[in-house]
């Protein structure tokens, strides 16, 4: 699976947008982008994801550059309950590879009052 | 539905202890997985199933053995317990594009 970066922390006013950035110039074209995001020390969530086209779902939109070397984590209006680490991962979901996720380091969000 | 579900939510173990975790999910998912979380760091996949009666190591398998005898269930057993499986504990059930994960169980090895 191609590996992926993003920066280690960012700051976000309550109610503007987050932007989450993520690196993954290693793309095959089997491959999916998603997004997850840890709140304290819970379980992982899902947020979306995405092949080519930019998606969008209630959590946050997914914009994928055209070469798909590159996406975007959007957070219209972030809010407190937002901080948490996002997790970018490019991962393939054919055969029997679903549930081999592998998880970076990924990006502390705070969201700031 | 209740989702993922994992038993105990805290255990302390001693060293050369064994123990099973527990990890069940009712949304009848073919796919399930077990992850460790160490302070500070991201998940690493301990061991995966696709389907009852089909396991298979992940990066981080030993010390750890699966079985996977119910769509439903995927117990995780710690054979003899080490001051290194001091974690986080989390399983999860995936279809083909979420994976749902439980609360975690948080694991001490004095």
């Known amino acids: 699976d191609a590996k992926t970066t993003q920066p280690p922390s960012m700051d976000c006013a309550e109610g503007r947008a987050a932007n989450l950035p993520c690196n993954h110039s290693?793309?095959?074209?089997?491959?999916?982008v998603y997004w997850y995001r840890q709140i304290h020390s819970q379980g992982p969530q899902y947020i979306i994801h995405g092949l080519k086209n930019n998606e969008t779902n209630e959590m946050a939109s997914l914009i994928i550059t055209e070469d798909r070397k590159s996406s975007t984590l959007i957070l219209p209006h972030a809010t407190l309950r937002d901080t948490a680490v996002y997790y970018c991962?490019?991962?393939?979901?054919?055969?029997?590879?679903?549930?081999?996720?592998?998880f970076g380091q990924g990006t502390i969000l705070t969201v700031h009052p | 539905n209740a989702g993922v579900t994992q038993t105990p939510k805290f255990q302390v173990l001693k060293t050369g202890q064994s123990m099973t975790l527990q990890c069940a999910q009712d949304?009848?998912?073919?796919?399930m997985s077990w992850y460790r979380q160490d302070p500070g760091m991201g998940l690493r996949l301990i061991h995966y199933?696709?389907?009852?009666?089909?396991?298979d190591q992940g990066e981080v398998p030993n010390g750890y053995n699966v079985s996977r005898s119910t769509t439903e269930d995927f117990p995780l057993r710690l054979l003899s317990a080490a001051p290194s499986q001091t974690s986080v504990y989390f399983c999860?059930?995936?279809?083909?594009?979420?994976?749902?994960f439980g609360p975690g169980t948080r694991l001490t090895v004095t």
């Open positions: 199933s696709v389907g009852a009666g089909i396991t």
């Open positions: 290693t793309i095959s074209g089997n491959e999916y």
């Open positions: 949304m009848n998912h073919e796919y």
């Open positions: 999860a059930s995936s279809n083909r594009h979420e994976q749902y």
């Open positions: 991962i490019v991962f393939n979901a054919g055969g029997t590879s679903y549930g081999k996720l592998t």
